[in-house]
C-alpha cells in the first residue's frame, strides 16, 4: 500500500481495505514529501492508521533499504506503568515471531535516564558531580535489572542476539541506533493517544518513524488504557 504526498490520501479507503482483509500486518512504503504541507498530511495520515487499525502497522522508505539484516524490538517494561508493560511484552512477541518467520537475527534496545539528573548538574543545585555519578549508575543498574528480569521472563535462553542499553532520550537514542542499523525493521509500541493527549503530548512512534534511518514497525498492545485501569481496579 502506497502513499502517494502529492495526492489527496484515501484514507477511508485505505480504513475500509484493512478492515475488509483483516491482514496480519499493513505495510505502507513511506514516499519523500517535498513541502512542509506534504509532509503535514503524510504524518498525519499515518498517524491516524497507527491509531485505527487493529493490526502492526509498518512503515518502509527510501532510507530502509531493500533487504533487512535483523528486528529490533524496542522495550520500555516500567514497572511503574502497565500500559509499559503491556506495550513491551505484545513488542517482544510481535519481534521475535517476525525474525523467526523472515530468519533474522533479534536485537534488544531499551532506553533509561535520571529524570532528576539535568536538575542536580544544574547551577541551580550544583550537586557534587560524585554524587550525581553514583545516582546515575545506580539508576543504570536497576534499569539493567529489570530488563534482564523482563527478557528472562519473555524469552528463551538465547532467544535474541544483542542487547542494548542506551541512556538519554528514546526518541532521539532510537533513531540514533538506526543511523548503524538501517538495514533493521525497528519494532516500538504506541499508546494511540488521540484527543487533547495526542495534541499536547505526541506519539513518540509518530516522531520516531519521522526521523528513524529504517523501517518501523508499529504495535499496540491487545490490552489498552481501559482494559488495564479495570483490571487495577478489581
Not at 532528576?116 to 536497576?142: A, D, G, K, T, Y
Not at 541512556?167 to 484527543?195: A, F, N
Request: hydrophobic share 40%.
Amino acid at each position: 500500500m502506497k502513499l502517494d504526498p502529492a495526492r489527496p490520501l484515501p484514507f477511508e479507503e485505505i480504513l475500509e481495505r484493512v478492515s475488509a482483509l483483516k491482514p496480519d500486518i499493513t505495510i505502507i512504503d513511506w514516499p519523500k514529501a517535498d513541502g512542509i504541507l506534504a509532509r503535514r498530511k503524510r504524518n498525519h495520515a499515518i498517524s491516524l492508521l497507527s491509531k485505527r487499525i487493529d493490526c502492526p502497522l509498518a512503515v518502509v522508505h527510501e532510507k530502509s533499504g531493500s533487504e533487512f539484516g535483523a528486528v529490533l524490538a524496542a522495550l520500555d517494561p516500567d514497572p511503574t506503568d502497565e500500559i509499559a508493560l503491556h506495550l513491551s511484552r505484545e513488542v517482544l512477541r510481535f519481534s521475535a515471531a517476525l525474525a523467526a518467520t523472515l530468519g533474522l537475527p533479534l536485537d534488544l534496545v531499551n532506553v533509561w535516564r535520571l529524570p532528576e539528573e539535568h536538575i542536580l548538574r544544574s547551577p541551580r543545585v550544583n550537586e557534587h558531580q560524585e554524587v550525581v555519578n553514583r545516582m546515575v549508575e545506580l539508576e543504570r543498574q536497576r534499569s539493567l535489572s529489570r530488563l534482564n528480569d523482563f527478557i528472562d521472563a519473555h524469552l528463551p535462553p538465547g532467544g535474541y542476539r544483542n542487547l542494548i542499553h542506551r541512556k538519554g532520550g528514546t526518541t532521539h537514542q532510537l533513531c540514533d541506533v538506526t543511523l548503524s542499523k538501517q538495514d533493521s525493521i525497528l519494532v516500538l509500541g504506541s499508546r494511540g493517544r488521540e484527543g487533547l493527549a495526542g495534541f499536547i503530548l505526541g506519539d513518540r512512534a509518530e516522531r520516531v518513524i519521522d526521523s528513524a534511518n529504517s523501517a518501523v514497525v508499529v504495535v499496540k498492545s491487545p490490552t489498552g488504557p481501559g482494559t488495564v485501569n479495570e483490571q487495577r481496579a478489581a
